[in-house]
């Protein structure tokens, strides 16, 4: 899958000339409009297959999450992990945003420029949760944390607050191991009741929101992030801080929450 096809490659030749043809106002041939549906039906189920390797990445990212969750339930007294949501996009949204972006139309070259296509998003009651589960994953030996985007420390303009890691898991297969990227979203359970209004509110409205909306999600994330702020406060009653270091260094100098409890430390 990962072998650099030719550039005179049949499939992307003639998705090249269906693209060429829409820009350019004219229709093809009915021969033309053959051989470039035969093309578009080669690169449709390439993309069967490249969908069916990232949904493979996300069962094995997810299985490391539940496994987290369900020791931290078990075998103490705190899980810091509240919601689990998975995300891959189909088929067809994949083969548009690649049409969108005006790449090489190859598994390679876009697996190379959409870093999206599969997504694990992990909803934490309280920030220090949202590192401590980011490193707890990037500490994992089979895991390789290939980008990192902290916007909790500097959120977007928007009022946008969320931890970006982008990982990268191994996928055995019968005749080889796919590394497959996995972004992970980790954020607070105020982060992410804003953003998803602010997706819906966006989604609704084309992204061209009316100033009193705009100034109400801008005065709406400001509230979140004071929740935080006090929620966080109220978490030291719950697990103190640790010192800082340790964990995967992803984020150092920041204060984590102490190790977890042994059995006999456990609630109940």
Known sequence: MDAAPSPQDPAERRVRELVTARA???????????????????????????????????DEVLTKVEILRKEFEQMHDYSPIEHVRTRLKSVESLMEKALRTEGEMTVRAIRERIHDIAGIRITTSFVADAYWIADILAAQGDLEVLT??????????????????????????????????????????????????????????????????????????????????????LRSEIRPQAAPGGGSGLFPGRPGPAAPPTNGDAAG
């Open 24 to 58: 350019e106002g004219r229709m093809p041939t009915p021969a033309e409009q053959e051989e470039i549906t035969a093309g578009l039906r080669q690169v449709y189920e390439e993309f069967i297959a490249l969908r069916m390797h990232y949904q493979f990445g996300i």
């Open 148 to 233: 990192v985007k902290d916007y909790i420390a500097s959120p977007k303009p928007n009022g946008y607050r969320s931890l970006h890691l982008i990982v990268q898991v191994p996928v055995y297969l019968s005749t080889h191991v796919e590394q497959v990227p996995v972004e992970l979203q980790i954020r607070t359970i105020a982060m992410d009741f804003w953003a998803s209004t602010e997706h819906k509110l966006s989604y609704k409205y084309e992204k061209n929101l009316p100033p009193a909306l705009r100034a109400e999600l801008d005065d709406a994330a400001r509230v979140a992030h004071e929740l935080d702020q006090r929620m966080e406060r």
